[in-house]
């Protein structure tokens, strides 16, 4: 028998599917220099998180129109605080 992906809760709330993007945080660690906006990631990054997925969320505004993060300051706190969720929570 083939096992079911169940898929996280996050993304079955009204129109959060629509309106979020989840990215893997694999790919985000990988970006070795200011993060690109959304609308320049590769499409490969995204993905729906599943049932055992930690499922975490980013708002802030942009000081430049621009770029999020021009300077990788925000990036540098980010990572640090995945790699805390990670550690902490130890998704699979």
């Not at 505004?61 to 621009?66: F, L, P, R």
């Amino acid at each position: 028998a083939m096992s079911r992906i169940e898929p996280h809760p996050v993304p079955c709330i009204a129109d959060v599917s629509e309106t979020v993007d989840f990215i893997k945080k694999s790919d985000l660690e990988s970006i070795n220099s200011e993060w690109p906006r959304n609308q320049e990631c590769d499409p490969s990054w995204f993905a729906c998180p599943q049932k055992d997925d930690l499922v975490l969320a980013v708002s802030h505004c942009w000081v430049y129109s621009a770029h999020p993060d021009p300077g990788c300051l925000k990036k540098d706190s980010l990572d640090n605080l995945l790699q805390k969720a990670a550690d902490a929570h130890k998704p699979q």
